[in-house]
């Protein structure tokens, strides 16, 4: 039968998977009736038929897959919701006046600490500014007159503070316990079991670096940039894997600040801050930990699109690192090179289609046990045996393919590459695959 499947292109029936998010959301992706719908937006804006250039943006804007983005006409004016995670964004417009609001918390008192915070933050703002309603709601509000309110600006203005309002309601009610929820029924809670295989995997991975970095035969005085390996693979991995929400997402991400900044601190002194960081993590509260586990919608990515050569060179410049510590019998930091190559590309940039579903694949091969336990059936490694699946990962690969030849040129794995010697093996030369394919987008 599979000679017969070759030969003949028939395929196995797909298995059905769980319905489980990963990692940040992109806008990246948009279908060419996005694309058709902005360049009717801009021809609208241009011979003045404001209302019908707002719909027609609007409907760049929407994402039929995470149902995003609503838009009406009521007599001469369109009405609008959008939402940012847990923030929903509502606002109207008609042909002098725009103007967007979202409310991210209620105060029953006001607080000079919240309120000194939130007239320091209106300073890095382009185009919103923060405000309190005459409910007491701290609330992000944008307007422009019509005229001067161009595609090119809505978008860039309704981002800022969609992403603003997105952050600040989890990082307020964190600090603030003043401060209550506000228009959240549009979250979607996640089951118990997700939640629980969510909370062991996060438990179980910073106690396994840490435990490393403790007990490992590595001297972390000595080998600084191997233990950073360990970190910044954790961060980027256990933010990918679990999709946090709120608090932990924000911590995650100052942690990344953290390391990347150019203050002078050495690496071994960056080091242990994001050990603190990740020691916090650790010791909240299971409850706050399932509080942020809910599924939202998404109408704006935070990450830069890069083509297939800047996701090479990523890797160009990191794989060799990982040679010393395989050699050296360090297999624990070896392995943390590739995983960091990988995270460090999803957290930061929105990747070409084809290497992102690539790179999710490279966890689901190496992360398989956490992906079985959010109940997906995988068949690529045998942990007992240290034995490869093949098959199923050619298999797996070659589906990636198909599913993206309708936007990008056809594209042809070297899958004489791939070793299956160890996991460590395999995934350097995943990852060297991946750097040598051409990934061009269709004309």
Not at 57 to 67: A, I, K, P, S
Not at 279 to 306: C, H, Q, S
């Amino acid at each position: 039968m599979g000679l017969f499947n070759r030969l003949f292109g028939t395929s196995e029936k797909k298995v059905e998977q769980p319905d489980v998010r990963f990692g940040r959301y992109s806008d990246s992706y948009k279908s060419s009736d996005n694309y058709r719908a902005w360049d009717e937006a801009l021809e609208h804006f241009e011979t003045e038929a404001f209302l019908e250039s707002y719909k027609s943006f609007f409907r760049y804007l929407r994402d039929e897959r995470e149902d995003n983005v609503r838009c009406w006409q009521q007599n001469e004016v369109v009405h609008f919701e959008l939402y940012q995670g847990s923030k929903k964004i509502c606002g109207t417009a008609d042909a002098q006046h725009l103007r967007a609001e979202a409310r991210i918390a209620h105060s029953n008192e006001l607080n000079v600490n919240f309120m000194r915070q939130l007239i320091e933050r209106n300073f890095d703002l382009s185009y919103s500014r923060f405000s309190l309603d005459d409910k007491n709601n701290i609330t992000i509000v944008f307007d422009t007159f019509t005229l001067d309110g161009s595609p090119y600006k809505l978008y860039y203005a309704l981002k800022e503070m969609a992403v603003n309002a997105d952050k600040q309601d989890d990082l307020l009610l964190e600090e603030f316990k003043s401060l209550e929820q506000v228009e959240n029924s549009h979250l979607t809670d996640l089951t118990d079991a997700e939640k629980e295989a969510k909370y062991h995997y996060f438990q179980q991975e910073i106690a396994g670096v840490l435990n490393e970095m403790e007990q490992g035969q590595l001297n972390r005085e000595q080998y600084p940039g191997g233990i950073a390996y360990l970190l910044l693979d954790l961060t980027y991995r256990l933010d990918y894997l679990t999709k946090p929400e709120g608090y932990t997402m924000e911590v995650l991400e100052r942690m990344h600040r953290l390391y990347f900044a150019k203050d002078n601190k050495t690496i071994a002194q960056k080091n242990k801050l994001l050990v603190k960081e990740f020691r916090k993590l650790a010791e909240r509260p299971k409850a706050d930990f399932f509080r942020e586990m809910y599924r939202v919608k998404t109408t704006f990515g935070i990450t830069a699109p890069v083509n297939h050569e800047q996701v090479a060179s990523v890797i160009d410049g990191e794989i060799n690192n990982m040679d010393w510590y395989r050699d050296n019998g360090y297999a624990k930091i070896a392995q943390a090179i590739p995983h960091y190559i990988v995270g460090f590309s999803i957290f930061n940039y929105a990747l070409p289609k084809p290497d992102r579903d690539l790179f999710h694949l490279y966890f689901q091969i190496t992360e398989q046990a956490y992906f079985q336990s959010l109940g997906f059936t995988l068949d690529f490694y045998d942990p007992i045996k240290n034995s490869f699946n093949r098959r199923a990962i050619r298999r797996a690969i070659e589906q990636i393919v198909e599913e993206n030849e309708d936007k990008y040129e056809p594209v042809s794995p070297l899958y004489s590459i791939l070793r299956y010697e160890s996991m460590v093996d395999f995934s350097k030369s995943f990852l060297l695959m991946v750097r040598n394919l051409e990934v061009m987008k269709r004309d």
